[in-house]
């Protein structure tokens, strides 16, 4: 392989394919896979492979699901591969960089990278990033979704039945509860707003029995958590308070929602474009904010006096 000059396209054997990294990605499902069959039938392939070479081995980095495709094809026993130059540690990066380029990795595939880098290749989480070019706490995050996620909920995970919004929330609260807490919030269809005050209550329960109130009745909790302010109409309330009432509900959620973003992917997917538009926004934001705080705080206390 040494005679394979990078970024050459050339025609390598199905069999001359080394998978190793396809644990690295997610199975396509039975419908993608039969799409892949029958676009190789119609039009052939039209676009390379991704592979890097070692030792002998031509080693696949992009290109997993339609080399499936193609062994599952009459008549197929080649691809178009293009060589690029890369170690073990940069074509993980690659596999992930590649992805972007294109649609971006499921969470739990990003994790897996990041894991094997981490925990196979010896990189600290700073590296990694650097590698990724991500911030330390994106890739802290996605060790956690293998590392801190309970098994039952990482298989849902994989198998798309669970959000990498829910996992984020759920992964904050010990392996034993986050099945159960996930099951509460399927049964009462919360929102992920929602899923989130309610591990906040969980974390906060000091006793058994208070988590299972918590579990059992999720949204009365969660009512009684907030002071009372329901979402509907409150006929408990005159009209100017059920409008008060439901526009500090709508606010304290949308709150919530600008929390979990600036905490989590927020600043991570701004690009350094963004910066100097989005900045005046979010001073106005900081400064309106302290005084919309301090008039609530004045308005509570002559309430409840």
Same mark, same amino acid.
């Given at each position: 392989?040494?005679?394979?000059?990078?970024?050459?396209?050339?025609?390598?054997? #199905?069999?001359?394919?080394?998978?190793?990294?396809?644990?690295?990605?997610? =199975?396509?499902?039975?419908?993608?896979?039969?799409?892949?069959?029958?676009?190789?039938?119609?039009?052939?392939? #039209?676009?390379?492979?991704?592979?890097?070479?070692?030792?002998?081995?031509?080693?696949?980095?992009?290109?997993?699901?339609?080399?499936?495709?193609?062994?599952?094809?009459?008549?197929?026993?080649?691809?178009?591969?293009?060589?690029?130059?890369?170690?073990?540690? &940069?074509?993980?990066?690659?596999?992930?960089?590649?992805?972007?380029?294109?649609?971006?990795?499921?969470?739990?595939?990003?994790?897996?990278?990041?894991?094997?880098?981490?925990?196979?290749?010896? +990189?600290? =989480?700073?590296?990694?990033?650097?590698?990724?070019?991500?911030?330390? $706490?994106?890739?802290?995050?996605?060790? *956690?979704?293998?590392?801190?996620?309970?098994?039952?909920?990482?298989?849902?995970?994989?198998?798309?039945?669970?959000?990498? $919004? !829910?996992?984020?929330?759920?992964?904050?609260?010990?392996?034993?509860?986050?099945?159960?807490? @996930?099951?509460?919030?399927?049964?009462?269809?919360?929102?992920?707003?929602?899923?989130?005050?309610?591990?906040?209550?969980?974390?906060?329960?000091?006793?058994?029995? =208070?988590?299972?109130?918590?579990?059992?009745?999720?949204?009365?909790?969660? #009512? =009684?958590?907030?002071?009372?302010? &329901?979402?509907?109409?409150?006929?408990? +309330?005159?009209?100017?308070?059920?409008?008060?009432?439901?526009?500090?509900?709508?606010?304290?959620?949308?709150?919530?929602?600008?929390?979990?973003?600036?905490?989590?992917?927020?600043?991570? !997917?701004?690009? $350094?474009?963004?910066?100097? #538009?989005? *900045?005046?926004?979010?001073?106005?934001?900081?400064?309106?904010?302290?005084?919309?705080?301090? @008039?609530?705080?004045? @308005?509570?206390?002559? +309430?409840?006096?």
């Amino acid at each position: 392989m040494q005679d394979w000059p990078g970024d050459e396209v050339r025609r390598v054997g #199905l069999t001359d394919l080394d998978s190793r990294f396809a644990r690295y990605r997610l =199975q396509a499902s039975a419908e993608a896979r039969g799409a892949l069959e029958r676009s190789l039938r119609r039009y052939g392939q #039209l676009s390379p492979v991704v592979v890097c070479c070692w030792d002998g081995c031509v080693v696949l980095l992009d290109g997993f699901k339609r080399w499936e495709a193609a062994r599952a094809v009459d008549g197929i026993d080649e691809l178009l591969a293009r060589r690029i130059e890369a170690d073990p540690r &940069a074509a993980k990066a690659a596999m992930y960089g590649l992805n972007c380029l294109t649609r971006r990795l499921h969470e739990l595939e990003e994790a897996w990278i990041v894991q094997a880098l981490v925990r196979e290749d010896g +990189l600290s =989480q700073v590296q990694v990033g650097e590698l990724l070019g991500r911030h330390k $706490s994106w890739v802290s995050r996605r060790l *956690a979704l293998l590392e801190k996620l309970s098994d039952e909920v990482r298989d849902e995970l994989g198998l798309g039945l669970v959000s990498p $919004s !829910q996992a984020r929330e759920l992964i904050r609260l010990p392996a034993g509860n986050q099945a159960e807490t @996930l099951a509460a919030a399927r049964r009462a269809a919360l929102s992920a707003v929602d899923l989130r005050q309610t591990v906040n209550l969980v974390l906060a329960a000091q006793s058994r029995q =208070q988590v299972e109130f918590v579990l059992e009745k999720p949204r009365a909790a969660l #009512l =009684q958590a907030g002071g009372g302010l &329901a979402r509907g109409r409150d006929p408990r +309330l005159s009209r100017a308070g059920d409008q008060a009432a439901r526009r500090v509900g709508m606010l304290l959620e949308q709150l919530a929602k600008l929390e979990s973003w600036l905490r989590h992917d927020g600043r991570a !997917q701004l690009q $350094s474009y963004d910066r100097p #538009l989005l *900045a005046p926004g979010f001073r106005r934001l900081a400064e309106q904010s302290h005084t919309a705080a301090d @008039l609530s705080q004045e @308005l509570a206390e002559e +309430l409840e006096r």
